[in-house]
């Protein structure tokens, strides 16, 4: 099964992440690993849907 997300690999989200591939998902999101552009580091991003079918984002760094 093939994920579904708001957010595309190659996407910038917050002007700093830049999506580079999913590496997981759920019922509730997708995990990408992206590229944090200031910090010139691989960061893990967790996207989540709410209820309201909007798009957010989880931000906690970690290293890849």
């Not at 690993?33 to 309201?52: D, P, Q, S």
Request: charged share 25%; aromatic share 8%; hydrophobic share 45%.
């Amino acid at each position: 099964m093939d994920p579904v997300s708001h957010f595309s690999v190659g996407q910038v989200v917050d002007g700093r992440y830049e999506l580079r591939r999913v590496i997981g998902w759920g019922a509730e999101g997708v995990v990408f690993e992206a590229h944090h552009r200031y910090l010139h580091r691989a960061v893990a991003l967790k996207t989540i849907v709410n209820e309201g079918a909007v798009p957010l984002v989880a931000k906690r760094s970690q290293r890849l």
